[in-house]
């Protein structure tokens, strides 16, 4: 059975193409890697995601990360807990005071993209990242919080500029807000890196979808087949994939 699934131009790998990429660049080791139980509140990432997320972490050695979209933290401190002690993250979200307050049914939540938006960020402003908070001083001390609106993120001002191995957008889900994170991630990303977006293929976030197929035109990006991850790897690591695809 092939490992490569065939679609309109983003084409989608089983997930163990990446774990077999994993065995063949580390076969002297068990390579495992730390996660927390996965929380029961909307918006977390799944084992099976943690995994392809810390997998491609490992693939291409990356020591600095940064994260659009912070939410509870779960996925900030995933990358922190699986990078080397000098690593360094530095994870947006928006203000906490930015949030509306217009409350949600939950399965508008779970139904409708913007009203899953709207909650998401309402728990941010409500509850901050406390997976972050909760972390010991040796994983808090990896991590920098940035809350600022992405789509008033000047990348030169901040001194971002190609300065990370690894972007993760999985901030705003709209059509503009995927747009301009994904823009400001290629101006941030190291000429050997990559970059990750999460909820392709969701299901209410259709616009991420959208956006990326679109995006994808002459460029060779990747779904992660039973998650809603897609990357696209730059410089030595483009070619990581060949064999595969």
Not at 106 to 119: E, I, M, R, S, Y
Request: net charge negative; aromatic share 8%; with cysteine.
């Amino acid at each position: 059975m092939s490992n490569v699934i065939e679609q309109q131009r983003i084409c989608t790998i089983r997930p163990k193409v990446l774990f077999k990429l994993i065995e063949t660049h580390f076969p002297h080791q068990n390579v495992s890697f730390k996660v927390n139980v996965p929380s029961p509140d909307i918006g977390g990432m799944t084992l099976l995601e943690s995994s392809i997320l810390v997998s491609l972490v490992k693939l291409t050695d990356a020591q600095n990360l940064f994260e659009f979209g912070t939410f509870m933290g779960a996925t900030t401190l995933l990358l922190a807990e699986n990078t080397p002690p000098n690593a360094h993250i530095v994870t947006l979200d928006l203000p906490q005071d930015y949030a509306s307050h217009t409350a949600h049914q939950t399965q508008d939540v779970l139904k409708d993209g913007h009203a899953n938006d709207a909650f998401l960020t309402h728990t941010f402003a409500s509850h901050g990242a406390r997976c972050i908070q909760r972390a010991d001083a040796s994983v808090q001390g990896k991590v920098t919080q940035v809350l600022e609106n992405s789509l008033d993120l000047d990348v030169n001002a901040r001194g971002y500029k190609g300065q990370f191995d690894f972007v993760f957008v999985d901030g705003g889900h709209a059509y503009n807000i995927v747009k301009r994170d994904t823009e400001n991630a290629y101006r941030m990303l190291k000429p050997d890196g990559v970059v990750v977006w999460h909820d392709y293929a969701s299901t209410i976030h259709d616009e991420v979808t959208t956006f990326l197929d679109e995006h994808s035109e002459g460029r060779t990006i990747v779904h992660v087949a039973n998650t809603m991850i897609a990357f696209e790897l730059h410089g030595r690591f483009k070619h990581l994939l060949d064999s595969a695809l």
